[in-house]
């Protein structure tokens, strides 16, 4: 039998309250990145199953809510019994959600992937999700006043959404190059939060604390605009109508969740204020910019090797996956 350590249970209590304050041991990670429509879901699906050791986490920021399945593009129950997800359906549409509590989300399960010795694939594109765990960006919640998000929000009915993101440019250029202006309650949270807390920098990223490899899908325009539009018709056909009509039926249908691309147009129909034709098409639309941000978005994010979507990228995709799992000695 051991003898007790001279330090007794003070030494011990340190010992442990010491090893709570060491980051927990984390996987290695491949972040399959790109705007929507390109393939990831698909290609992570094809990798995963080939290495057999492997989880996938979402990186997406509507997949996150539950019931919003086919207009998010989410993996089906069957491809979620062939490999295990995470970050799906982690809260009902009418709960709050940020990316702090994503990042806590998706550190908790890359912890446990570690402890069960396999390889994590983060898969979306949602480009702040990706940097906020793979770049190891430090977030904390941010700060906020209902009242003063009242007194915006009722700024923005009064004035438009042009006034409120040229007072956010005037009084906080550094936050306002980072915003969206073209999106209401974005430029309304940022200049909540420039109220409160000022126009700070951004965060210096501290890293991903294991072997990182970003792998990048991406498409040539013209192409994309047809992928687009296809997938956007095989999700009204698949039933996206029935799906935001249970939603309306049960939340707010104005809640920000469902503003999303697809959900808002395809409520518009279950309230006989638009055709399925017109909302399809405004769908499309709304697809097609929202790639183009992201393409800008990623544009920036450095190290990313890039892969042509239109001639099936899982050749490549799985020579870097391999190569680099032997490099970081998970092979």
Do not use: C
Not at 160 to 179: D, E, F, H, N, V
């Amino acid at each position: 039998m051991l003898a007790p350590s001279s330090g007794g249970r003070g030494e011990q209590g340190e010992q442990g309250e010491a090893a709570r304050r060491l980051p927990p041991r984390l996987p290695p990670l491949v972040v399959i990145a790109g705007a929507t429509a390109t393939g990831k879901t698909r290609l992570s699906l094809r990798l995963a199953t080939t290495l057999g050791n492997a989880e996938i986490i979402s990186a997406d920021s509507r997949q996150v809510y539950r019931g919003m399945d086919i207009g998010t593009a989410k993996v089906t129950p069957a491809e979620r019994a062939l490999v295990p997800h995470h970050g799906l359906d982690l809260v009902n549409p009418d709960e709050p959600f940020s990316v702090s509590l994503y990042q806590r989300h998706a550190l908790d399960a890359l912890a446990a992937i570690a402890r069960r010795g396999r390889v994590a694939l983060l898969v979306g594109g949602t480009g702040l999700y990706l940097r906020a765990v793979a770049r190891g960006v430090p977030l904390t919640e941010a700060p906020h006043d209902p009242e003063l998000r009242a007194r915006l929000e009722a700024d923005l009915a009064r004035q438009g959404i042009a006034a409120l993101a040229a007072r956010l440019a005037q009084i906080a250029p550094l936050l306002a190059a980072r915003t969206d202006l073209a999106n209401p309650r974005r430029v309304v949270r940022a200049l909540e939060r420039a109220t409160l807390v000022g126009d700070r920098p951004p965060p210096e990223p501290e890293g991903y604390p294991a072997p990182v490899l970003w792998i990048g899908l991406r498409v040539e325009h013209a192409t994309h605009r047809v992928w687009i539009a296809n997938r956007a018709a095989g999700q009204y056909a698949g039933g996206l109508l029935h799906e935001a009509a249970t939603l309306a039926s049960r939340y707010d249908p104005t809640l920000p969740a469902l503003s999303a691309i697809g959900y808002r147009e395809a409520i518009e129909v279950v309230h006989g204020r638009r055709t399925t034709a017109e909302a399809l098409a405004e769908t499309i639309v709304r697809t097609r910019a929202y790639a183009r941000r992201q393409r800008t978005w990623f544009r920036a994010e450095p190290g990313i090797e890039w892969i042509d979507a239109a001639h099936d990228p899982y050749p490549r995709a799985l020579e870097l996956v391999r190569r680099f799992l032997e490099t970081a000695g998970a092979g």
